[in-house]
């Protein structure tokens, strides 16, 4: 009988160990958080050391190698310790580098384009907290993040730290040139509509030089996803989109309504209701982020450092601070108070799924605790 060999894996340096909620490994580039029981996680840790760890092959080991969370070959990429993060785990930032923008949206939840932006050296910053705090992934927002006079030095440090980096974008200035060394692992690109729905929002020509911008960072290599927003004039378009985006290979397609914020409360009309609007956000596809706590609402694993610093649940709570980045995120989290389900109004046997809807939005309808009407005739609960 044939011995079975030892033989040395290393975490791929795609993989990243996190202890959020439970011990895990996160793959960065595809946005996969496996759960671990303690006997694997801490032969994984084994694993992240410069020497890796010496093993038989077994089936749990196999299963790694064909995941990408272990490699034959030595990785070069450092593995800081794990630390188990605070509950509940910040698992994503939304990281607004710039609130400066170069078209002017009739929808635009800040209300124009501004004039702040986050140095490089608080980008960074903010960057190792989040890392350290067992974050996953970083939306880079704005305004338009290419708008940052010192976006070229924020790109060149991104690779230092092993999180998720998603860049959203406007596509008018994801050209060839900015592509070559960009370096993040997904492009979200907005798209409201076909031609005529997206210019009507965003401006003559915009849809073309999305769509540009879209195809090209497809055939980069990049990851692709596109937000679109539920306006009254693209309701005829909608499947359209899902055919244009399924035959382009977008990875992930999320359908939301816009909050009454910023430019659109002057623009009532490009709204409408729930009864109408919340039937569209049957339409997207892709997996979304990864879940949430039972019993809690919307935002529970997420906060937005604003592009002046400031700190909030979200960027729609941009009037109602948890702090500024100098506090640390970790302090301003604390003053978070999450939403429990239970306190809402809500009722349905939907409520796990929809967690709520959005509540910022159903704020907006008149009541803090109240529904999220949009979520409630998606569903057919009204």
Not at 98 to 120: F, P, V
Not at 201 to 220: E, I, N, T
Not at 304 to 322: E, H, P, Q, T
Request: charged fraction near 25%; hydrophobic fraction near 35%; charge should be neutral.
């Amino acid at each position: 009988m044939e011995a079975k060999r030892t033989e040395r894996f290393f975490l791929h340096e795609k993989a990243v160990l996190r202890w959020i909620e439970e011990p895990g490994v996160y793959h960065t580039g595809r946005d996969d958080l496996y759960e671990l029981d303690d006997e694997s996680f801490a032969f994984l840790e084994q694993c992240a050391s410069p020497q890796g760890a010496p093993h038989e092959r077994n089936e749990f080991i196999e299963y790694c190698l064909q995941e990408h969370i272990l490699d034959t070959r030595k990785s070069h990429c450092a593995h800081p310790p794990v630390m188990k993060a605070p509950a509940p785990s910040l698992r994503y930032l939304e990281l607004q580098v710039t609130d400066r923008c170069n078209l002017k949206c009739r929808h635009c939840y800040i209300g124009g384009g501004g004039s702040h932006e986050l140095s490089a050296g608080q980008v960074r910053s903010v960057l190792a907290e989040f890392e350290a705090l067992q974050g996953l992934r970083v939306l880079i927002s704005g305004g338009e993040p290419l708008l940052h006079p010192g976006f070229g030095r924020i790109n060149s440090f991104l690779p230092d730290f092993r999180v998720r980096k998603v860049l959203f974008t406007n596509g008018s200035l994801l050209t060839k040139e900015v592509l070559h060394g960009l370096n993040v692992d997904e492009i979200q690109i907005s798209m409201d509509g076909m031609e005529k729905g997206h210019d009507a929002l965003r401006g003559a020509g915009a849809f073309r030089r999305a769509m540009g911008a879209l195809r090209l960072a497809r055939d980069r290599g990049f990851d692709v996803s596109v937000a679109t927003m539920v306006h009254s004039l693209n309701l005829g378009e909608f499947d359209e989109m899902e055919r244009v985006f399924k035959d382009l290979g977008i990875r992930d397609w999320t359908v939301d309504v816009p909050c009454a914020a910023g430019t659109l409360k002057k623009n009532r009309d490009l709204q409408p209701g729930p009864e109408v609007a919340g039937k569209y956000l049957k339409y997207g596809f892709g997996e979304g982020p990864h879940g949430s706590e039972k019993g809690f609402g919307c935002g529970l694993h997420l906060v937005s450092v604003l592009a002046d610093g400031r700190v909030a649940k979200c960027s729609f709570y941009a009037d109602r601070i948890l702090g500024r980045i100098e506090d640390g995120l970790l302090s301003c989290r604390g003053r978070l108070k999450p939403v429990r389900l239970s306190d809402l109004s809500c009722d349905c046997d939907m409520i796990e799924t929809c967690r709520g809807g959005c509540r910022f939005r159903a704020e907006t309808l008149g009541n803090p605790l109240g529904k999220d009407l949009f979520k409630c005739h998606l569903y057919g609960i009204l």
